[in-house]
């Protein structure tokens, strides 16, 4: 029995040896396969472990307030609510959506829309939803948010215009980011993050301020589980607020004269100083909500706005072109005084018309102004004086007297969409109409007609620089200090001086200070009774339309008798107050009738507003 | 011994109680002085890297893991050491009776998984909650070794003798499978092959074993659950679907590789910390640690479990009785066996089947069987020197 003991002792030490030693064995399988993963395959699965737990997420900056010149804010932030989905937590995106789009008016093409970004993302920044919910839906969302997995209710900056139409294009708006944004923005060398709903400057100051508004994206790395839970921030770069930006606009002036501006059906008007540029007031009516076009415009409302035939989406002030109509005597006049052409005090014979080698150019006064020097000239705006000046100084002293004081081309407002206009010349004709310059044209350039256009700022500009004791103002928004520290806009000085005799520029603002102070002037009707307050100024009335020699022989129709799209613009340009000129106004009137009747009292109201205001103390 | 009665006076008078249950030739002071101390050292040391592992993967905190682990562990831990000085003898004599009282627990889950929901695998006695599967472990491992320490030599050799364990294996392994429960069927399984090895079973019958195992396996496949093909196909190829099945062992060895040689250091396991990794204070803590410490952490973890394993081989060899042999044998096969299925789970080397680390793992009922089993593979190490004869009674 012991024996039988000690042989199966024997089996069993031997064989418990060899399970041993297989146990060795497979730890040693054990150990390799983790000198294989730890140390051989280590690197690769370190990069997988950092690209598991670190989420980075972009943290949008405050956009910077646009302020008047007296710290009004003009564009500022509002929290809104929004939905985002969050890539990495979402499984079926349109299972998903579906479920959405019961709680929320999601249309099937934002869903369709979603879903692509949703593919096309390499990163994993969450997607804009919806914007902008109210509180009934932020209610009804956050009551499923259970359903909702992969949703996240944020709660977001949004842009709030509270003067809403009345700065409308001025600031422009912002609105989510597109292909052409992204493009433009590649050239500058601008990058956009990848931030949900991304709003950036579309028009107006709001694009041409853009870089100095958005400020600088800020970031947080975040430590995120499997389920995309966030256990704690790593790193956070915090955002930097966009600068505010202070205009020298003024907004109880601008609304004064949106006031005004609202008793025509289509029009524009642009205040400025004469010495600074800086601008008070640059209104274009009728205008839009821009509100609206933060959340992206309905489609219904925006077939309103394209298809309405004052333009409201138009910026008049500085995208409308108009002739300039009897506007322009005052660059005829400084062009024949420069050039020493013209004697102020020597008279012309007015009889309704000026006869060229057999071919007529009517004054606008039928039977004629009799005979006048340049103030009666200027102030009953007698088109056959400034036919026979036009024709003694040329089309070439024309065109570049006219582009001194900024017509012809952009003045260089800081706002996008600013157009130049046209000052044509021999150079122009034969370029563009393939034809000689012909005397008679220059005849109907002397008084603003014919192939010349202009928008309102342009006219505001010429006449500050007319007033200012001839420099070259340029008209700017941004007020000088706000400027400073964005290193953006400085230009805030008066311009280089343009060479201007003295007395001849005292001789023109005599003349203009004629057409309101004298009775046979065509704004006298439209004067400021205060003596330390008085206007001068220049009106025009710019024909779009060709009156035939049949319509002229049984009398001209009437403009009250046209229809609207065929009636004559308004125009009034002028300054205040008479003896120390600070502010210039330009008032263009659409189809408005005429310049002494439907825009110079706009001029005046505008510009009495401005004194009273006292707005360039400010 | 002739310092018994000096150390017998002292002890006896305060452990009277305690001694009369046990054996009659060891005082409790003998016994506490067989203690094996180096394998209760490996076992502490064991549970407490386990206990810190658990408080860096809650956070540098004692809650929700460590806490409630160091306590279990210290109350198992005295447990134990109270099992270990229980006599040998007595665990013969409760081999059978403590298998048949876990097969009927085993069928009574059965029962109630049927009425309740799922996969149910405990007893919930209130106080403390029983998982039979995980008992049954270790009674199991004490029936083989009570019916092969009753077997004359020559015996072993027939195939008759062989009938009664192999329905005493496939009976608990057949409800465990039930539950459904693969990974402890295995376990089990290969548990009882050990001790079949141990016994002497011939060489020819494990190979005609493996074959009809083998040759079962496409009827065995039939019958598994979609979850465990699942996760038996994902083992192969565990990048084909990244988020779903296959996450856990890709997350797992990510976190593993991550951790190179020295590891990340304590707490600072990113994809620990950062709950990439399921699991990670149960069945995948052994991934906390090779993050966290590296392949020098997790080589030293293994090392310790081999130590350990080296005192249960020692305690086999050096026992004096077939069924505290064959009992210990078991026991470290056992050991051996959560091991290795836990470290080539979390490794990717073998599918996940849902086995614990030993001794380090977060959970009750599997530090429970541990430490039973500790106790009695202590047991067998006090009584190394006690005689039994086939029929159970002492002969020394």
């Not at chain 1, 690769?44 to 710290?71: C, K, V």
């Not at chain 1, 979603?114 to 009551?143: G, M």
């Not at chain 1, 613009?569 to 300054?575: D, M, R, S």
């Not at chain 2, 006896?12 to 030739?25: D, G, N, T």
Request: glycine content about 12%.
């Amino acid at each position: 029995m012991m024996a039988q003991d000690n042989s199966r002792a024997r089996l069993f030490t031997r064989r418990a040896l060899l399970l041993g030693g297989a146990q060795a064995g497979l730890l040693a399988v054990l150990v390799g396969r983790l000198y294989d993963l730890q140390i051989l395959k280590g690197d690769r699965y370190r990069t997988l472990a950092e690209e598991n737990r670190i989420s980075l997420r972009f943290l949008p900056p405050p956009r910077g307030q646009i302020l008047d010149r007296g710290n009004v804010p003009l564009a500022l932030n509002q929290q809104n609510y929004r939905l985002v989905l969050i890539p990495e937590r979402v499984d079926d995106a349109e299972v998903l959506l579906a479920k959405i789009q019961t709680l929320i008016p999601l249309t099937e093409g934002d869903a369709d829309k979603i879903v692509r970004d949703l593919k096309r993302r390499r990163n994993r920044q969450a997607i804009l939803v919806y914007d902008n919910l109210t509180w009934e839906q932020v209610a009804a969302l956050s009551l499923h948010m259970p359903e909702l997995g992969g949703m996240d209710i944020e709660v977001g900056e949004a842009r709030f215009y509270p003067y809403g139409a009345d700065m409308a294009h001025v600031l422009g708006h912002t609105g989510p980011l597109d292909s052409r944004d992204i493009d433009t923005a590649d050239k500058e060398g601008r990058a956009f993050p990848a931030i949900p709903g991304l709003r950036i400057g579309k028009n107006g100051l709001e694009k041409q301020y853009d870089s100095l508004l958005c400020g600088k994206v800020g970031n947080v790395q975040l430590e995120v589980n499997a389920h995309g839970r966030v256990i704690r921030e790593l790193a956070r770069q915090k955002p930097l607020a966009g600068h505010d930006v202070t205009l020298s606009l003024d907004i109880g002036l601008q609304q004064d004269v949106l006031q005004q501006l609202a008793k025509t059906e289509s029009s524009s008007a642009v205040v400025l100083d004469v010495h600074t540029g800086a601008v008070y007031a640059l209104a274009s009516h009728p205008g839009f909500d821009p509100n609206a076009f933060v959340y992206g415009i309905h489609q219904t409302e925006w077939d309103q706005l394209t298809g309405n035939p004052f333009a409201p989406l138009l910026n008049k002030a500085i995208g409308g072109l108009y002739a300039p109509g009897s506007t322009f005597k005052i660059v005829t006049t400084l062009a024949g005084l420069e050039a020493g052409l013209l004697d102020p005090q020597k008279t012309v014979f007015c009889p309704g018309y000026f006869d060229l080698g057999g071919h007529l150019f009517h004054c606008w006064k039928h039977g004629g102004h009799g005979t006048v020097n340049l103030r009666h000239a200027m102030a009953g705006s007698c088109d056959t004086y400034f036919y026979q000046l036009g024709q003694h100084v040329g089309i070439d002293r024309l065109q570049a007297m006219a582009q001194r004081l900024g017509l012809g081309s952009k003045v260089g407002i800081d706002l996008p969409h600013e157009r130049g206009g046209l000052m044509p010349g021999r150079a122009w004709k034969k370029a563009n109409r393939h034809h000689e310059w012909q005397l008679g044209e220059t005849l109907i350039t002397a008084i603003g007609q014919g192939y010349i256009t202009a928008t309102p700022l342009q006219l505001a500009i010429m006449m500050a620089r007319v007033v200012n004791g001839g420099h070259a103002v340029t008209p700017h928004l941004i007020r000088a200090e706000s400027s400073a520290h964005g290193a953006h806009e400085g230009e805030n000085s008066g311009g280089d001086s343009l060479g201007f005799d003295a007395d001849n520029l005292s001789l023109l603002q005599d003349a203009l200070a004629a057409v309101v102070t004298e009775p046979i002037g065509t704004a006298y009707g439209a004067r400021i009774l205060e003596d330390e307050l008085a206007m001068a100024g220049k009106t025009g009335t710019a024909q779009v339309r060709r009156i035939s020699t049949a319509e002229r022989a049984e009398g001209v129709i009437a403009n009250a008798d046209l229809a609207w799209k065929e009636r004559d613009h308004a125009l009034f340009v002028g300054y205040a107050p008479l003896t120390a000129p600070q502010y210039a106004v330009a008032v263009v009137v659409e189809h408005g009738g005429s310049g002494a009747h439907d825009a110079a009292p706009i001029a005046r109201d505008i510009l009495l507003a401005c004194q009273k205001r006292n707005v360039a103390g400010v | 011994m002739h310092n018994q009665g000096e150390m017998g006076f002292r002890g006896q008078a305060f452990f009277m109680p305690v001694l009369l249950i046990s054996a009659e030739h060891l005082t409790l002071a003998d016994k506490v002085r067989l203690v094996n101390w180096g394998l209760v050292v490996l076992i502490v040391a064991l549970g407490g890297i386990g206990i810190g592992l658990l408080y860096s993967a809650g956070g540098e905190s004692w809650r929700p893991w460590a806490g409630p682990q160091g306590v279990r562990f210290l109350v198992g831990l005295v447990g134990m050491l109270a099992l270990a000085l229980v006599d040998v003898r007595i665990w013969l004599r409760l081999a059978y009776p403590l298998y048949g009282v876990m097969m009927g627990m085993l069928v009574l889950v059965e029962v109630m998984g049927h009425i309740g929901m799922g996969a149910q695998r405990w007893i919930d006695l209130g106080v403390f909650v029983i998982q039979p599967s995980e008992l049954m472990k270790i009674t199991l491992v004490l029936a083989l070794a009570r019916y092969f320490h009753g077997l004359e030599d020559e015996e072993i050799g027939r195939l008759s003798r062989l009938v009664p364990p192999v329905l005493m294996v496939l009976a608990p392994v057949g409800l465990v499978l039930l539950q459904p429960n693969l990974g402890t069927s295995l376990l089990l399984i290969l548990t009882s092959a050990a001790l079949f090895w141990g016994a002497g079973v011939r060489v020819w019958v494990f190979l005609v074993a493996l074959g009809l195992g083998l040759v079962s396996l496409p009827v065995a496949w039939h019958h598994l659950h979609d979850y465990q093909k699942a996760r038996l196909m994902t083992f192969v190829n565990p990048e084909a679907d990244p988020l779903g099945a296959g996450y856990n062992i890709l997350q797992s060895k990510i976190a593993l590789g991550s951790g190179g040689l020295f590891g990340r250091g304590f707490g600072q396991g990113t994809q620990s910390q950062l709950q990439f990794l399921p699991e990670k204070h149960t069945d995948f803590i052994f991934v906390v640690l090779a993050e966290e410490w590296g392949l020098v952490g997790a080589v030293a973890l293994l090392l310790l479990y081999a130590g350990l394993l080296a005192y249960g081989f020692a305690i086999a060899l050096s026992c004096r009785n077939l069924f505290g042999r064959l009992a210990a044998l078991g026991l470290t096969a056992t050991f051996f066996l959560y091991v290795l299925a836990n470290v080539g789970m979390v490794s990717g080397l073998l599918p996940v089947v849902g086995i614990p680390l030993p001794l380090v793992s977060y959970g009750g009922t599997a530090m429970m069987t541990l430490l039973l089993g500790c106790g009695l593979l202590l047991g067998i190490s006090i009584h190394r020197d006690v005689r039994i004869s086939r029929t159970g009674i002492s002969t020394s």
